[in-house]
């Protein structure tokens, strides 16, 4: 279980002024500015849970994980990951967590994936009942026994995230950490790393916390959706609760041949109309609500405004509900 | 104890295989090394020519001296904090901290891997160089060699402090060259081993003997020697101990204040 409370991260970025003037003035007197990366964060997260913690980059996605690992300490706020302050308590903390950060590996870069293996295996303690039987379950998914002995330098991006996901689970940990595991990786490698995942959630009762970029990762992994966006948690919903407020709403994305800038307003003065805003020059997103419009009538709608060149219906989707909460956070702040 | 080295040896096996892997570089640090050795031996035989003992040195002391200090170096030498202020750097070192494990001790035992490795091959290279070089009766006598390899053991932990608490620097500066370039020189000066203590101004060997650098490398030399003996010689290994506790104990706290510093980009 994981609970965090008022988190806040803050850093001290140095201001450069341009040139060389401004480096020597830098040198003489540095001059900073903080930088909130994290702000008055909180969450609770129950064992078991499988949670996406997404937003944009630069929203503090990773900040807050490298705060709820222990690595990085937190400017003010409390964390307890299954009672213990990761921070304080590093070393304790690490026994129960794994952790893949998909930008780095965590193998040893010129020696067998095995022996890197065989180092985790005495550094926690892992019996070899339990070291056994996970290399079978990663075996089953991954087919690890085809690279495992050779050096990770020399393994295909795709089967070192394989490597570097069994890495991190080889001490069956109790609270799993997965920022961007699948960044950079093609849809079978994907599809595995998706299916390892869910079987640990589902079967050892594993909580995961993941963020990534690609929705689909969430969609098949995640049930509990939390969006950060300029270090503030602006959603934390169910998925199945999102998909209620969002999907029922259809969307239609119209491409017109003229500039309409004043059209979205006018539109969304009407009643069953959730959401209308110009994509960019040529594009209209428009949400209706499908009992009080057909997707024809909404065309003719905006036929009367501007000429229409091309429409296309827009699947409810994660993506889109995602989209929607972004943009009404950029609203809101 | 047993069940702590079961837990970190892992480490000491992964840097000597992954040392031993890079075959190439492997083969051209051992033949700088020789390199080394040698400039330094040509350089003292020119100043030999002139004189027979210098500062208290005959020409076969001041080989063996030049060839222990040759050993150390090459047994801990760069690369154990380059490692460290590179994994501060680019923020590897975030992996390692999500480990159960000791920062300091992990450290340890890949500097440890490390110099087996490279202390091993320095090793064939010295005592072959000495063999050749000097006349090693005098000093074959088992209890100075017995001294001298506790006063060696205690000098490679030395080493390793002060090289991790140079390397923890970078916490602070984001400039890992800088550090780790600046720490050689002093290291160098101040342990001997560029010149030995005796070359230096009184008031320069007071201020060497109060900082830990000579009990890294000027030290176990003058045991090795049999400059300072019984006794002294003890006196000598209970001074290295009381350095590397002090060290060690140091350099974990620093850790501990620098940790909080940590800022890792990206990602």
Redesign the interface.
Known sequence: MISVRKLTKE?KIPVKPPGMKGAIRHLIRGEYKVKVAVESVDFSIEQGEAVAYIGPNGAGK?TTI?ML?????PTSGEILVNGIDP?RH???N??N?G?V?G????L????PVE??F??LK????VPDAVYNENLKLFNEIFGLSEFIGR?ARKLSLGQRMRADLAAALLHNPSTVFL??PTIGLDIGTKEAMRELIQRINREKGVTIILTSHDLKDVEDICRRIIVIDGGRIICDKEISQLTKEYAMDRGLQITLLDMQKELPARLLGQEGISYAAMEDAHTLEIHFKPEMYTAFEIVEEVNKYARIQDFRLREPSIERMIEKIYRSGEQSA | MRRFIRRYIGFTRCTMEERIAYRKGFLVSAVLNMVGILVSVFLWRVLFAQESVIQGYDWNQMILYVLIVALLNATLGFDTERKLSKGILDGSIASDLTKPIDFQSMSFFQALGHSLVEGGTALILVVLLAVTLTDLSPYLNPVSMALFAVSLMLAFMLKFCLAYFGGLMCFFTSNGFGVVYLRQVITDVFSGAMLPLAFFPAWFQRLAGVLPFQASVYLPTQIFLGRIEGRGAVRILALQALWVVVMWTLSGLFFRFAVKKITIQGG
Do not use: C, M, P
């Open positions: 850093f990773s490298k690992t222990g690595i990085l300490k921070q590093r070393i304790q690490a026994k967590i952790v950060f930008q780095r590996t965590q040893w870069w010129d020696i022996e890197s065989a180092l005495n550094i926690y303690e050096s920022d961007e």
